[in-house]
C-alpha cells in the first residue's frame, strides 16, 4: 500500500506560480512511475506530468509544457509540480498517482495510488 498526501494548492492570479507537492510512504520502493493529474469542474480526469523513478525524461502534457516542471526526491519520497505562467484554464483539482509499473506509466488508467487531491484556483 502507497499513501500519497498533496499539498500546495490554492488561489492565483494568471501568470502566477504555484509548487504542489506530493509526500508518499508506505511501499514506495516499489513505485515506478508517480504523476500529477488534474480534473476541473464539469471535465474528465486528464494527466498532466508523469516523473519516471528510473530518471527517464518526464512525460507532459501538451498544455502545460514549457510551463510546467516535475520532479522528485526519491530519497524523501516526494513529487513536485512547479507550475508557472498559470492560466485560467489551469483552475482544477489536482492529484498525485503512482504507479508500480513501468510499462503502465503512460497507461494512465492503471495507476492504483491516488491522493485526496489539492486544489488550484487561477484567476483572469
Known amino acids: 500500500q502507497v499513501q500519497l498526501v498533496e499539498s500546495g494548492g490554492g488561489s492565483v492570479a494568471a501568470g502566477g506560480s504555484l509548487r504542489l507537492s506530493c509526500a508518499a510512504s508506505?511501499?514506495?520502493?516499489?513505485?515506478?512511475?508517480m504523476g500529477w493529474f488534474r480534473q476541473a469542474q464539469g471535465e474528465p480526469r486528464e494527466a498532466v506530468a508523469i516523473?519516471?523513478?528510473?530518471?527517464?525524461?518526464?512525460w507532459y502534457d501538451d498544455s502545460v509544457k514549457g510551463r510546467f516542471t516535475v520532479s522528485q526526491d526519491s530519497a524523501a519520497n516526494a513529487l513536485y509540480l512547479q507550475m508557472n505562467s498559470l492560466k485560467p484554464e489551469d483552475t482544477a483539482m489536482y492529484y498525485c498517482?503512482?504507479?508500480?509499473?513501468?510499462?503502465?506509466?503512460?497507461?494512465?488508467?492503471?495507476?492504483?495510488?491516488w491522493g485526496q487531491g489539492t486544489q488550484v484556483t487561477v484567476s483572469s
Open positions: 516523473a519516471y523513478r528510473s530518471g527517464a525524461t518526464p
Open positions: 498517482a503512482a504507479v508500480q509499473v513501468e510499462r503502465y506509466c503512460r497507461d494512465f488508467e492503471r495507476f492504483g495510488s
Open positions: 508506505g511501499y514506495t520502493g516499489s513505485l515506478s512511475c
